[in-house]
């Protein structure tokens, strides 16, 4: 891009860029698959940490040397995080959209 304006000197583009961001993720008609997803992905989320747990349990200090090991810790910590923050987004979402409906756009 920067050879464009070398070409031009003195000129300016203007430029406009609208980004949106959907409050209601669940407003389309794919919502019951996709909440059907979230809930299996979460239960073989909790399915894997039980196993990960008597594994740990299993080799005590010794599951902590595996490189594979620490990789599924962080799969499942990564998890999580993801979790939250879509919990996070839907109550920050939810207060934002409460909060015009009762007081506009002052």
């Known amino acids: 891009m920067s050879n464009l304006y070398s070409h031009y000197p003195g000129t300016f583009f203007a430029h ?3 980004q949106s961001l959907h409050l209601y993720p ?3 008609g794919w919502h019951p698959f996709v909440l059907a997803a979230e809930a299996i992905y979460l239960l073989f989320l ?3 940490m039980i196993l990960q747990a008597k594994l740990m349990r ?13 990789l ?4 499942i ?7 939250a923050m879509f919990v ?5 979402a939810e207060r934002e959209i409460q909060r015009y ?6």
Do not use: P, V
């Not at 910590?77 to 979790?83: C, E, N, Q």
């Not at 996070?88 to 920050?92: D, E, N, S």
């Open 46 to 48: 909790l399915y894997y």
């Open 16 to 18: 406009m860029s609208l």
């Open 77 to 83: 910590l990564a998890s999580w995080s993801a979790l």
């Open 101 to 106: 409906w009762n007081h506009g756009e002052e």
């Open 58 to 70: 299993k080799q005590r200090w010794c599951y902590f040397h595996s490189k594979w090991n620490l």
């Open 72 to 75: 599924e810790l962080t799969i």
């Open 88 to 92: 996070k987004r839907a109550i920050l």
């Open 26 to 28: 669940f407003t389309d």
